[in-house]
């Protein structure tokens, strides 16, 4: 089945979080561009293969469904979940990041 891919808006303000970082702070506007790059090209993968990808291990994640796929090129992780045929990508987060526990505490429950 191919997935329909959404970014949520705070999904896009983490990404051009780390963008902007990659831009300002490094001075690398080169890697900036090939991040995004690897974003797209992540969410064209997960519309093929979002359903195959394990559910995610901590519980209050595990219990909404919520799943995880790694950027092919960089340190970079997409947490999302399926939702009537649809992949709603609600974090982006650095490996390097308690990306799990940080997503968790800013869940709506």
């Known amino acids: 089945m191919i997935y329909k891919v959404i970014i949520t808006p705070p999904a896009k303000r983490r990404l051009d979080m780390y963008v902007y970082y990659t831009i300002e702070t490094l001075k690398n506007r080169q890697a900036a561009k090939l991040i995004l790059a690897d974003a797209k090209a992540t969410a064209k993968?997960?519309?093929?293969?979002?359903?195959?990808?394990?559910?995610?291990?901590?519980?209050?994640?595990?219990?909404?469904?919520?799943?995880?796929?790694?950027?092919?090129?960089h340190d970079f992780v997409m947490i999302y979940r399926i939702h009537e045929g649809n992949v709603i990508v609600d974090g982006m987060f650095h490996e390097l990041q308690d990306y799990e526990g940080i997503f968790s505490n800013e869940l709506p429950l």
Request: aromatic share 6%; with cysteine.
């Open 45 to 73: 993968r997960l519309a093929i293969v979002a359903d195959s990808l394990k559910i995610c291990e901590t519980p209050v994640l595990a219990k909404h469904g919520y799943r995880k796929i790694k950027f092919e090129k």
